[in-house]
């Protein structure tokens, strides 16, 4: 009897332990982004896709107001939006390159995938890059340079 007291005493602490940490832990993992598109390629129409899942992580701002108070509320905060975005250029099982988006985002930012003659573009409120499925590889203006942090790689 000891031994289940024992037993189901831990599994209440682990339930409520987890339950605690998840509360206000400053990361969002947003939904999955799937599009469709097609390209032509030599005269020939060619269906790519582009999957985008998102992760945004928030700052921890106090309110200058609650200072030296023991509970304190949280100032809302500009977050720092990550973005996966993985392309399939070939309709196969598996993604043929990939792209880590990065960029300070705010609490609603307008992001959309939008196809062009070339490949698509990703518009963050009214900054935007350009990917070319064609050559694999993107493109940012210099007003925009700043704004977006970009890592790409190719699956092997």
């Known amino acids: 009897m000891k031994n289940l007291l024992t037993i189901l005493s831990f599994a209440t602490l682990t339930v409520f332990a987890g339950y605690g940490q998840n509360q206000n832990s400053g990361v969002m993992k947003a939904t999955t982004q799937l599009k469709t598109f097609t390209i032509s390629e030599d005269g020939k129409e060619k269906q790519y896709s582009v999957k985008v899942m998102e992760r945004r992580k928030y700052g921890m701002a106090l309110d200058s107001k609650d200072r030296g108070m023991v509970n304190q509320d949280r100032k809302l905060s500009s977050p720092f939006v ?11 099982k598996s993604y ?9 985002g705010t609490e609603n930012n307008d992001f ?10 990703i518009n963050v409120d009214d900054k935007t890059m350009h990917y070319d499925v064609l050559e694999s590889n993107y493109i940012v203006n210099k007003k925009n340079k700043n704004f977006f942090i970009i890592d790409e790689f190719e699956s092997e």
């Open 82 to 92: 990550t973005k996966l975005v993985a392309i399939d250029s070939d309709s196969d």
């Open 96 to 104: 043929d390159d990939f792209m880590v988006l990065k960029y300070k």
């Open 112 to 121: 959309e995938v939008v196809q062009t003659d070339k490949g698509f573009d």
